[in-house]
């Protein structure tokens, strides 16, 4: 098998990637695990940057985010039994995000790439990368696989043959747990690590919203987020020990952590609903230092992790394909590699500052019950300064929207705030 673009990874960005290419005239390969109802049922993330919904929707798959998906204009902080909002939109001259789940984007985009006639190979595992350092590129992989999750194993149903896929380029938007990361030698590769010690408790729940906008709340015992998916159903978390299990967690042990830790002083009532999944996911901050080695490239998951406090980690996937899919097209319409030699440079300056976000978000909004007072003071003291400073929760607004995709359109910005010629 041949193509122009081979992508390992079938999520947001494997497939955004793959969109983007054929609205430029680039074919592409994408080579995914998991099924394609499985990827289409998974529930992860929902908050969708102005930007990130405003590529989408200039791509021509914003139609039913626009339809379907909540438009939100402010987020609440709450602390010390007091909600305190946040006006994102008014701070940010008029931006906004949405909230819609990333599977519903990831149909979005397999339904336009399907019906492109766009090739995505479904329970096919990449095996091997060879030949990254020369122009013929090559992704070993076999079909029928599948993940094995108990045994943390791929397995093959069959007798499946391994393949090759011979590309221009290989791009790995296969996660954090893909293969792809570590065909970068380790002499080449620094990976930075910075893990929490605490993760998220997160359920499902049938019934409608229990506020208009999200809520982020510190609490004596520990974070807990008000979030939403649909009008039906509701997806709430609150921090836990990363070990627990949720076999520990009976719905009404649940509700109660959640009303201990929302409560109000004017008596703030939680919606509740039949809770119909529960999970745990542990938190960390990850980058992998270069993004990109020979032909191989990295983009979303399998180059940087971002704890979920500040919404970011599908944003950041789809700003670095949006640099991507332009250094590829300026190497196939003029056979210049400028853009694509400057592929990691220019998007680890924004993962950076997003994960600055994400932990800055991240140790504001959790107890760390192992420290002592001091440090939670610290916390209420800071919320108490976000939310009364014009300066500060502007400083918040304008990362929680997004940050510009690009960073030459950071100059522009400062252009227009400081009233200068553009
Ligand atoms: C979610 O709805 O899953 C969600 C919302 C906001 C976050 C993280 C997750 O910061």
């Known amino acids: 098998m041949r193509t122009q673009v081979g992508i390992v990874g079938g999520g947001p960005a494997g497939t955004l990637l793959s969109h983007l290419l054929h609205l430029r005239g680039i074919e592409s390969v994408v080579l995914e695990l998991r099924s394609r109802e499985e990827v289409e049922t998974t529930v992860r993330a929902g908050v969708l940057e102005d930007g990130t919904a405003e590529l989408l929707r200039e791509t021509g798959v914003g139609e039913r985010m ?5 438009v939100h204009e402010g987020i609440e902080l709450r602390f010390g039994g007091r909600g305190h909002r946040i006006d994102m939109t008014g701070l940010t001259g008029g931006r906004k995000i949405f909230v819609y789940g990333q599977q519903e984007v990831v149909k979005d985009l397999y339904n336009a790439r399907l019906e492109a006639g766009g090739q995505i190979v479904f329970q096919a595992a990449a095996t091997d990368l060879a030949d990254l350092e020369t122009s013929t590129p090559k992704i070993r992989f076999r079909r029928n696989a599948w993940l094995d999750v108990d045994a943390g194993a791929i397995r093959f149903r069959g007798d499946a043959e391994e393949e090759e896929l011979t590309c221009d380029y290989v791009v790995g938007c296969d996660g954090f747990f893909g293969p792809c990361r570590a065909a970068i030698p380790d002499n080449v590769r620094t990976e930075h690590v910075r893990t929490y010690p605490f993760g998220w408790f997160g359920i499902l729940v049938e019934g409608p919203p229990a506020t208009e906008e999200l809520i982020y709340a510190l609490h004596e015992r520990g974070f807990a987020l008000v979030s939403t998916r649909s009008p039906e159903i509701q997806r709430l978390y609150f921090q836990c020990d990363p070990e627990d299990s949720v076999d520990n967690w009976p719905d009404e042990k649940i509700w109660e952590e959640l009303r201990a830790r929302l409560a109000t002083e004017d008596g703030w009532t939680l919606e509740e609903g039949r809770i119909f999944q529960k999970n745990i996911v542990g938190m960390r901050s990850f980058i992998c230092e270069p993004m990109q080695h020979g032909r191989l490239f990295l983009a979303g998951d399998a180059a940087h992790i971002v704890p979920p406090t500040g919404a970011k980690g599908m944003n950041l996937a789809v700003a670095d394909v949006r640099v991507l899919a332009r250094g590829l097209d300026e190497f196939y319409s003029t056979g210049r590699t400028g853009l694509l030699d400057s592929y990691s440079q220019t998007c680890l300056r924004r993962v950076w ?38 300066a500060a929760s502007t400083s918040l607004a304008e990362n929680y929207v997004g940050l510009p995709m690009e960073p030459q359109e950071e100059g522009e910005l400062s252009a227009q705030r400081t009233g200068g010629a553009r």
Do not use: I
Not at 66 to 70: H, I, M, N
């Open 66 to 70: 626009d339809r379907e998906g909540a």
């Open 353 to 390: 500052k997003a994960s600055r976000f994400s932990w800055w978000m991240t140790s504001m909004l959790h107890r760390f019950h192992h420290e002592d007072d001091f440090r939670y003071r610290l916390q209420l003291a800071e919320l108490d300064y976000v939310t009364s400073s014009r």
